[in-house]
């Protein structure tokens, strides 16, 4: 929970422990994305680490397919290239959204 503030309440972080794993992934990538528009890096490779962390490789190709993805945008961090960073996990979040029909 290193992207959770240890000035939170206790109320919220009781709800942030009761979230789904999907819910979590949403949420790592609204972190991400607000970083972004913050131009905080250091929080956008945070939640790119939260990310890489969370995949699960027994799954199949697909995590796989992701951890090229977060690598990428690891890469592109390093490169200065913010923006397709941004895109590439904006575009993630969306696909995730709509697969686990939330918002």
């Known amino acids: 929970m290193e992207l ?4 939170i309440s206790p109320y919220l972080e009781q709800e ?3 979230w789904s794993p999907e819910k979590l ?3 790592t ?3 991400f994305l607000t970083a972004y528009r913050r131009r905080d890096i ?3 490779n ?3 680490a939260h990310l890489i962390d969370a ?3 027994e799954a199949g190709e697909v995590a796989f397919r992701l951890y090229r993805l977060y690598e990428y945008c690891r890469r592109c961090l390093w490169e200065r290239r913010y923006d397709e960073a941004a895109t590439i996990i904006e ?5 995730w959204a709509e697969a686990f029909g939330e918002d």
């Open 29 to 31: 990538y609204d972190v």
């Open 55 to 57: 995949l699960n490789f």
């Open 16 to 18: 942030i422990v009761s």
């Open 91 to 95: 575009e993630l979040r969306a696909a």
């Open 4 to 7: 959770v503030s240890k000035a």
């Open 42 to 44: 250091q929080r956008m």
């Open 25 to 27: 992934i949403l949420r």
């Open 46 to 48: 945070q939640a790119l």
